[in-house]
């Protein structure tokens, strides 16, 4: 039987929710590095008088455009769904753009949520949707972005493994198969854009967990509370 473990005394502040399990040790080491409560603001400096914002969408690359309807008038997904991935680096890559791009203007809190659901593991005893969803704001402050005009692309300058869980698979290399759950740490920028012309830019980092099982396509796990080096 699988019994939880707290994961506070593992050095970097982890509070993890109630559902997330964690099988053995070695895993805890694993998982600690890309668990927990991370907020929308990110590790990055803040651009000079911007208005309250958050960070959600999809792609290697800016995509800033609002979203748009077909010819048969169907509007795309708000944020669009994981691509057919089997990379952790390359994921975690795609997952970041995700979470630091979005588009207040044509998005709701509900879509918004949505959305970013789609790229989560369907591994219940893994996956740690509140460190995910804690990214957003609220309602209210998510109006507030929608009143501002408030929008968001992103970019990846990089992503690797942090040292301690390379060290970990070093260690253990067998501990991975366990849930194939890997630390990935990645870093880029947002340029951030609202109402009457204003516009900002920060530098982004973050560190995340995800699942890439062997066979099948990668979906994220977790958002660790700081960036693991």
Not at 35 to 62: F, I, L
Not at 82 to 93: C, G, N, V
Not at 125 to 152: I, M, T
Not at 183 to 203: F, I
Request: charged share 15%; with cysteine.
């Amino acid at each position: 039987m699988m019994r939880k473990r707290s994961l506070d005394a593992i050095g970097i502040g982890w509070r993890p929710s109630r559902r997330l399990l964690v099988v053995i040790g070695a895993l805890a080491v694993l998982l600690v590095l890309a668990g927990a409560v991370a907020w929308w603001t990110g590790n990055g400096k803040h651009a000079g008088d911007t208005p309250p914002k958050p960070a959600p969408s999809v792609s290697d690359s800016p995509t800033g455009a609002s979203p748009t309807r077909s010819a048969a008038g169907d509007r795309t997904p708000a944020v669009p769904g994981p691509s057919p991935i089997s990379d952790p680096l390359a994921f975690a890559r795609a997952s970041a753009v995700m979470l630091w791009t979005f588009d207040a203007r044509t998005t709701s809190h509900a879509e918004q949520l949505a959305g970013m659901r789609a790229w989560m593991t369907p591994e219940s005893a893994y996956a740690d949707w509140d460190s995910v969803q804690s990214q957003v704001p609220d309602p209210v402050l998510w109006s507030r972005l929608k009143d501002n005009g408030q929008h968001a692309t992103a970019t990846v300058s990089e992503a690797h493994f942090p040292s301690a869980f390379k060290q970990a698979l070093t260690d253990d290399p067998a501990a991975i198969t366990q849930a194939y759950i890997y630390a990935v740490t990645v870093r880029g920028k947002t340029q951030l854009a609202w109402t009457g012309g204003g516009s900002g830019a920060e530098d982004r980092q973050i560190t995340l967990a995800v699942q890439c099982r062997p066979g099948t396509d990668c979906r994220l796990v977790a958002i660790a509370p700081r960036v693991a080096p």
